[in-house]
């Protein structure tokens, strides 16, 4: 049994799932046999699972259920989801997977229910590209701490620095490489290097410029004590 310690992450956003895979594998150590991906069926609808089955951690294995049942082995499970599958999912686990006799000679019902998923999976992507588009017009219009939030999708605290404002619409090619940078990038950055620090605006500049721009200037405008902490990382 695989599952007898698990939990569920459930994410705003589908291209959330692969980060959160790779931040996950930063600490534990994945079992690629057991884990179930599967990949979308361009034929028809269908349910697509995200299971990750991970090696229990040394310091847990003593406690584990497997000291007192052989039936229990040293591993947890992790399913990824988006909130728009979950709700899916949950109805569908309660009201079809068990009581599958319920849902016999209705063929044409499966496929309308397989069909809603569908349709949530479509809205997954639909709202993604959504934000995608709104930080580019943010970017075009100098609008940089929306610029920030609606790109990379985090919630931030504080506000952007007025000088922080001021050095991206004086400096237009690093703005733009900064509304260009792939989101999964910098995310998989932060997990890997295990950056701690208070999820600001003017600390998420910090962070870009110190690892995809190294932009002198703008290194400068950052305090002494953050270039320092990212250094020694």
Known sequence: IQDAYGLRITLYFPDDTAIAQKALENIFTLDYKSSK????NDISFEAIRYNLVFDLPKELKEESLTCKNELVDFTFEVQLRTVLSEGWHEVEHDLRYKHKSDWEEHNDLNR??????????????????VFEELSYRHFKNNEYEAMLR????????????????NFLEDNETISRKISELNRKDLMLKITKNKINMPLTYNNLIFIINFYFIKNEELKNLAPSFIIKYLEEL
């Open 37 to 40: 991906i599967d990949s979308p």
């Open 150 to 165: 609606t790109k990379f999708r985090l919630r931030f605290q504080g506000s952007l620095k007025e000088e922080l404002c």
């Open 112 to 129: 309308a229910l397989n069909g809603i998923y569908a349709s949530l999976e479509t809205a997954d992507w639909s709202m993604m590209r």
